[in-house]
């Protein structure tokens, strides 16, 4: 019997196969004609590859954060699909693999508790298979540092794609941001301007497409975070998620990973000191979330950048706010997208002086050469540097013998009255007591003192929740007071505002000075001066300490009991001890000792 057709053609093409190029990394597993590549050849050949597909070109990894159970990233699947496009026509052969997915809105007790666990997921993923580049696809808050983490720590070419952020929220002819329509609208139920039957109905418009959320929530921080850095192509962090163009870039993704891999061009290459200077600056100028702080410190350590939080202090002084948009301002990503985009705003803080240009991106180009033609199409969504919402606008750090280690507040987000006061400590020993007290009318607090908030730090409450927006009490809502200073220990989203200090160093939990902090006792905050401090004698301090009890946390085993035991404090990254620095991409023995 004659051989068919396609049996013929792949006998033809078996005959017209390349040696294997050496310097890739997939060699190991795909090249030559031993036992042990033709063992792997064979195995993925089960999926119906020609034989062909192992003709020397690189294999690109696709590490997906898609799941449905969050939301924010299940759109997902379809971005990979435009990936692989892009991977074919530069002639590579893309894989796709999944990685844990963080929900931020669903993951209990929170997704910052498994940032680390993700990060280890992508860390080992790379490392162990043979893929000799990686497109990296996250969106919600905790998949983009988790998957800038773990790539950093192996060091391979890699390149980002965000999700993209949701469509405008709608409700009742206006625009509503998510998130950030959920503080203000559960504030007004307090209140009594809104029913819950209108904020249930509200509800079905904060939502409305695929995406995450379209406010400078962390979302968004973190994508534009990624592109400040140089790790993503130009323009990435705010295209709307169902926007065609989102699909484009992850076309061009896919093609640029390959060449990438051809000119070596790995992540220690782009994030130098540099980078991230680069990038906090773009943080303060776009009026960025307070957790942008601890993933960039944690990102930073895992390629052994010196960054510290007095770099966030010295970096954000100078840099005005320039981005008018939710939570800080009044527009969305929509808006800022169809405005230009990030390239105008990293335009503008070149044009400024605020910017290492020559910082190298992942297109190979300098970053300055990626944004030096950006256009702005409304300077009432990206405003100029006269109009800016604040002058200074990066993130504050305050010390004091409240925080040695250091406490963030958002000044773009906070309110100009209360940056610098004094006040009466209303304490709060856990996000439990506060809920339980909350609401009470005979709670003895006024607009002038300060809510503390304990054992919320990355120990505390493990993973450190987003719970240090606490919600004011409904007595002082109704008297028209919209905002308090806030003290603890947690973090608050980034859709959130207000005046809340946060990321309090060293947390209750690990026996910090806000531990010690008790009702009735004074505490003055300075932001412009950078001062925190607890009007209490060293001496009575003393006698609190002596008589104080390391709380027990409730986590006997698994992932939670190694968290607990290694896990490092806010003003370091919150990362695991052991996970910071570069460990590379060598290639553990196989089951055969090569």
Known sequence: MRPSYRWRMEEKTVKKKVDWPRNLRSYEWFGGKGKNAI?????????????????????????????????CNAHLRDLAERVKRGVYEAGGFPVEFPVFSTGESTLRPTAMMFRNLAAMDVEEAIRGNPVDGVVLLGGCDKTTPALLMGAASVDIPVILVSGG???????????????????????MVKTGEMTIDEFIDAEQGMARSAGSCMTMGTASTMASMAEALGMTLPGNAAIPAVDARRRVISQLSGRRIVDMVKEDLKPSDILTKEAFENAIRVNGAVGGSTNAVIHLLALAGRVGVDLSLDDWDRLG????????LQPSGKHLMEEFYYAGGLPVVIKSLGEMGLLHKQ??????????????????????????????????GGIAVLRGNLAPNGAVLK?????PHLMKHKGRAVVFESIEDYHARIGDDDLDIDETCIMVLKYCGPKG???????????????????????????????????????VILHTAPEAADGGRLALVENGDMIAVD?????????????????RR???????????????????????????????????????????MDRNGH
């Not at 002596?546 to 404090?569: C, D």
């Not at 003003?571 to 052991?578: I, R």
């Open 39 to 71: 063992m792997c050849r064979s195995w993925m050949k089960n999926q119906g590859l020609p034989a062909d597909t192992f003709d020397g070109r690189p294999i690109i990894g696709i590490c997906n954060t898609w799941s449905e159970l969050t939301p």
């Open 165 to 187: 952020p949701m469509l405008n929220g709608k409700w009742r002819g206006k625009d509503v941001g998510s998130g950030t329509a959920i503080w203000q609208f559960s504030e």
């Open 317 to 324: 002084r100078d840099v005005p706010t320039i981005l008018d």
């Open 359 to 392: 910082a190298v991106t992942v297109t190979g180009e300098s970053i300055w050469d990626s944004v030096k033609d950006a256009v702005n199409y409304n300077d009432a969504v990206i405003v100029p540097r006269d109009k800016a919402l604040t002058q200074s």
């Open 411 to 415: 000044p773009s987000a906070a309110s």
């Open 461 to 499: 409450y493990p993973g450190m929740a987003e719970v240090g927006n606490l919600g004011l009490p409904p007595k002082i809502l109704k008297k028209g007071i919209k905002d308090m200073i806030r003290i603890s220990d947690a973090r608050m989203s980034g859709t959130a505002y207000g005046t």
């Open 527 to 543: 932001i412009p001066a950078r001062t925190i401090h607890l009007h209490v004698s060293d001496e009575e301090l003393a006698v």
């Open 546 to 588: 002596s008589a104080w009890i390391r709380p027990e946390i409730p986590i006997t085993g698994g992932y939670g009991k190694l968290y607990i035991n290694t896990v490092m404090q806010a003003d370091q990254g919150a990362d695991l001890d052991f996970l910071v620095g570069t460990r590379g991409s060598r290639i553990p």
